[in-house]
């Protein structure tokens, strides 16, 4: 048996010449049970392709399907490497399908009236196309005139031998195209003068695998081998056979490749039988195909559920800041940490460069993230863009969430022209640049001297650094210089988006105006407050913080939650406007 092969992606095929024979119904052998993935998944898939594979759920699964086979001592080397190594040959699946041969001009609307019985796979086409059975306009001569100029459907051509392909006339057709650049339709031929230059960049690039690199599926037709004049007048000759015009394939539902025809859906018989009592030769052909699916084809968390054991979370979420993906793994995922990274950086191309995992909590003044490059180059300096604005970010000097971009956003539309902030933990700009856009003057700080930089190029790089002024202080510091200088009077928002401390810094605004005189017009500042809480009612416990960091029995608090960051807890929104009281105390000797 032979194969003609389908490749469905990343390019159309090229039209080629005449059909191959058509077959009629066939009978399908059972499914195999598939080979290993890889060392680690070893338990899983002999766990699931040792149960029957009619309890799957229909669609396509690396739990269903043939394997190709593979060599042990790959899966030795593996289990020694240090990084992780996928095969992705490992990954490929081969199902036999039925399919319904059908007449180009035809194909759509077949298509839409037997919609529920063709295959219906996600990211696979129930349309394919057969190679070998298109025509190229030059070679229409050869077949003889069309009044209506078309060349497809069920009709004969003259102009041919015995009403077959006449091999000579053939050959000197195909002399005329030669020139010298190369041969047409010769493939061993093609490959020596002319080769191609994507495989030449990827294999520059050193690039290994199966070599169908973008390719997600392949669909051929099994037929019997024919010993004509290929070998002599190219891979694409079909000699011998009438031309019946292109034609496309309908795959059918998977369910149905191992039925007789009296078997099928009623749809499928009458649509044969229609053609059947039409046509005097039937323009419609049960075919056995054969459907492979590679490695591209399957999506992160179907990889993953076949390569971590069973049972086992599938850590299909992570952030992504620029060009890398920042995971939180468990504990029970560090084992096959580099495997999960290796298929994430794979899924997620060319987006995604680094994948990257913290391994530490946060401990440090600075708040930045201690991390471990798994996939990837070691790179951890990225832009990104966050409502309209740029931020050049380096994740191992300063701290970036992205998950609280929506937050940011809600906060900023609180803001208008006539506004002067004062942000008290500023990091690279998240808040104050966007803020600069919209308000009358920004002023900023951090504690930490590389957020400092990163935030005096990003003001630069959105062209707002006249309306931002940047400080590198202690948040009490800074809001004690502040309020102390003549630009007191002006501010009238105040962010603290440090939820891990921010309340500790309250007791700085505890007598900020206590030099002043009472009877002169004050503005006091709306306080936004960001705070992480563990309590059973985390609103409660919120505001308790905050009235006794600022000595106040009665202060009224606007309160919101903004999300849940871990297993009860949650990270909370507070906003007030300061107390006159509290602006107006005397601060105690320890303060």
């Known amino acids: 048996m032979g194969s003609t092969k389908l490749l469905l992606r990343p390019n159309p095929l090229p039209s080629v010449i005449f059909s191959p024979p058509i077959h009629s119904l066939f009978a399908k052998p059972k499914f195999t049970a598939p080979l290993t993935l890889s060392t680690f998944s070893t338990a899983a898939i002999s ?155 990827e294999k520059k690039e050193g690039k290994e695998g199966n070599g169908r690199k973008g390719e997600l599926y392949v669909v051929e037709v099994v037929e019997e081998e024919r010993k004509e004049m290929s070998g002599l007048l190219g891979d694409e000759f079909r000699g011998g056979e009438k031309w019946r015009g292109s034609t496309r394939l309908l795959l059918l539902d998977e369910e149905l490749v191992d039925k007789n025809v009296e078997e099928f859906p009623e749809a499928i018989k009458v649509v044969l039988e229609q ?41 299909s979420a992570f952030e992504t800041v620029g060009h890398i993906a920042h995971l939180n793994l468990r504990e029970e995922h560090q084992p096959f940490k580099y495997l999960i990274a290796k298929v994430v950086l794979d899924k997620n191309k060319p987006k995604i460069q680094t994948v990257v995992n913290k391994i530490d909590a946060i401990h440090n003044d600075y708040r930045t993230m201690q991390l471990e490059v798994l996939a990837g180059n070691n790179s951890l300096v990225t832009m990104l863009v966050e409502n309209g604005f740029r931020f050049n970010v380096d994740l191992a ?28 933990f500023a990091g690279v700009g998240p808040i104050c640049i966007p803020a600069a856009k919209i308000v009358k003057r920004v002023y900023a700080n951090d504690l930490n001297p590389y957020a400092v930089d990163y935030l005096e190029r990003n003001s630069v790089l959105n062209k707002l650094e006249k309306k931002i002024e940047v400080f590198n202080m202690d948040g009490r510091r800074f809001i004690d210089a502040m309020f102390a200088s003549q630009k007191a009077h ?102």
Not at 52 to 63: A, E, K, R
Not at 298 to 309: F, G, T
Not at 544 to 559: K, S
């Open 47 to 201: 766990a699931a392709s040792g149960n029957h594979q009619s309890s799957l759920p229909y669609g396509p699964s690396l739990f269903k399907g043939k394997t190709t086979p593979t060599l042990k001592q790959q899966q030795d080397q593996q289990e020694n490497e240090t990084k992780a190594f996928i095969d992705e040959t490992h990954f490929t699946r081969i199902f036999d399908i039925a399919a319904l041969r059908v007449p180009a001009k035809d194909c759509y609307a077949l298509e839409s009236r037997l919609r529920g019985h063709l295959l219906n796979w996600p990211r696979v086409r129930n349309i394919a196309r057969v190679l070998g059975d298109e025509i190229e306009t030059q070679f229409v001569k050869l077949l003889g005139n069309n009044n209506d100029g078309s060349h497809g459907g069920n009709e004969d051509f003259s102009g041919v031998v015995g009403d077959e392909v006449n091999s000579v006339l053939f050959r000197e057709e195909l002399v005329k195209s030669f020139d010298a650049r190369g041969f047409v339709k010769f493939r061993n031929l093609a490959r020596i003068s002319r080769p191609r230059r994507k495989k030449r960049k």
């Open 275 to 315: 053609d059947t009592r039409e046509n005097t030769t039937p323009t419609l052909e049960l075919v056995k195909c054969r459907l492979t699916l590679f490695y591209d084809y399957w999506l992160m968390n179907e990889i993953l559920e076949a390569l971590l054991p069973k049972g086992m979370i599938i850590p």
């Open 397 to 424: 000097t300063v701290y970036w969430n992205s998950k609280l971009a929506t937050e940011r956003q809600r906060l900023l539309s609180g803001f208008n022209f006539k506004d002067v902030v004062c942000d008290v």
């Open 490 to 591: 002006k501010i009238t928002q105040v962010v603290m988006n440090l939820p891990n401390d921010a309340t500790e810094f309250l007791d700085a605004f505890r007598g900020i105006y206590r030099d002043r005189p009472e009877d002169a017009k004050f503005t006091f500042p709306k306080i936004h407050l960001y705070g992480f809480s563990k309590a059973r009612d985390p609103e409660f416990d919120f505001h308790e913080r905050i009235r006794i960091a600022l000595v106040e029995v009665a202060v009224n608090v606007e309160m919101r939650r903004v999300r849940l960051v871990a297993p009860g807890k949650w990270m909370l929104y507070a906003s007030f406007v300061l107390p006159e009281s509290v602006a107006f105390a005397r601060r105690s000797p320890n303060m």
